[in-house]
C-alpha cells in the first residue's frame, strides 16, 4: 500500500474515504458488530460485483457508511456535529468525486483484509500515523472543529480514536462541532 500520510498519493478527501473504508468494515467485522451489515465482507462485495463491476468497493463503502451513519447519528446527534460519516458539504463533495480508479492499491489491500479484524486494525493503525488516542474512546466524543477536518493531523487523531475504541471492544463516536 502506498503512503497513507499527506503526500501527493493522499489528499484529505482520500483519507476520509480510505479511514470511511476501515471502519465501516471494522464496525461489520467486530463482535457484537456496530452496525448490521454486511457489504465490507467478501460475500457482500461479490454481490454488489454482480450490480457494479467496475465501482463494488466504493458501493460498498457507500452503503456500509451510510448504517454506519445513522449509529453515529443516534449517538451524537445530526444537529450542529459532523462525524466520519456525516462531513461538511465541501468535504463529502469531494469525497464522491474521487474515482474508483484512484485508490487502487489500498483498495486491494483493504480487499485482503476484509473479514479479519487483526489484518484491518493494521490497515487502521497505518493511518493513525503513529498517534495515539489514550482517553477513554467509548461513547459520543467531541474532538475538534470542523474547521480542522482538512488538516492532517485530525484525520490521524480521528483514526487514533477509532483504533482506540475497536481494540477497547466498545463503539466510540468521534465528532466536531463548527
Not at 9 to 28: K, M, T, Y
Request: glycine fraction near 8%; hydrophobic fraction near 45%; include cysteine.
Amino acid at each position: 500500500m502506498k503512503s497513507t500520510r499527506w503526500r501527493g498519493d493522499c489528499n484529505p478527501p482520500l483519507f476520509a474515504l480510505r479511514l470511511r473504508a476501515l471502519v465501516s468494515a471494522l464496525g461489520e467485522v467486530v463482535q457484537p458488530a456496530w452496525w448490521k451489515t454486511e457489504f465490507m465482507k467478501e460475500a457482500g462485495l461479490r454481490f454488489l460485483e454482480r450490480i457494479y463491476p467496475r465501482t463494488a468497493f466504493h458501493a460498498a463503502v457507500h452503503a456500509s457508511g451510510k448504517a454506519a451513519c445513522v449509529v453515529h447519528d443516534r449517538a451524537v446527534g445530526r444537529i450542529g456535529v459532523y462525524h466520519l460519516f456525516r462531513l461538511p458539504e465541501s468535504l463529502e463533495t469531494e469525497i464522491h468525486l474521487i474515482p474508483p480508479e484512484a485508490d487502487d492499491s489500498f483498495v486491494s489491500a483493504c480487499r485482503e483484509a476484509l473479514g479479519s479484524e487483526k489484518k484491518l486494525l493494521r490497515l487502521l493503525e497505518t493511518l493513525a500515523g503513529g498517534r495515539r488516542w489514550t482517553r477513554d474512546a467509548a461513547g459520543a466524543k467531541r474532538i475538534g472543529d470542523a474547521s480542522e477536518l482538512t488538516e492532517p493531523e485530525v484525520l490521524e487523531k480521528v483514526a487514533a480514536f477509532y483504533l482506540h475504541a475497536f481494540r477497547l471492544g466498545k463503539p466510540g463516536f468521534p465528532y466536531f462541532t463548527p
